[in-house]
C-alpha cells in the first residue's frame, strides 16, 4: 500500500493530463478551485463536494484544559476548527467496496 502524499503539482498534472489544458493553465485551475475553497471556508460556509465529502468549519467555546507536565490548569480559547466527514461513496472506495 502506497502511503505517498498528493500536492497541488500531482493535482496540476492530473487536470494536464485528463483535461489537456496546459499546464500553466492546469496549475491556475487548481489554485482557483482551492482558493474559492478556502475563502468559503474562511468566511464560515460549509462545502460540499458530492461523492467525496464536506469540508465544515466549526466554533469551539472556552473550555478548560490541563498542562500535562504540571498540571496546572489552563484556559483553551474559544477558536473556529476545520473538520471533514467523508461521503459515504468515499468511505465505501477506501474500503475496496463497490458501489
Not at 23 to 40: F, G, K
Not at 42 to 48: E, I
Not at 66 to 71: D, E, L, S, V
Request: hydrophobic share 40%; charged share 30%.
Amino acid at each position: 500500500m502506497s502511503r505517498r502524499t498528493i500536492t497541488r503539482a500531482d493535482l496540476t498534472e492530473a487536470v494536464y493530463q485528463e483535461v489537456g489544458l496546459s499546464r500553466n493553465e492546469s496549475a491556475d485551475l487548481v489554485e482557483m478551485v482551492l482558493e474559492e475553497i478556502a475563502d468559503a471556508l474562511a468566511a464560515g460556509d460549509s462545502v460540499k463536494i458530492a461523492s467525496f465529502g464536506t469540508f465544515i468549519v466549526r466554533q469551539k467555546g472556552l473550555r478548560r484544559g490541563r498542562n500535562p507536565k504540571t498540571g496546572e490548569e489552563v484556559p483553551i480559547l474559544p477558536r473556529r476548527v476545520l473538520s471533514f466527514r467523508a461521503s459515504h461513496i468515499l468511505k465505501a472506495h477506501i474500503n475496496g467496496e463497490n458501489s
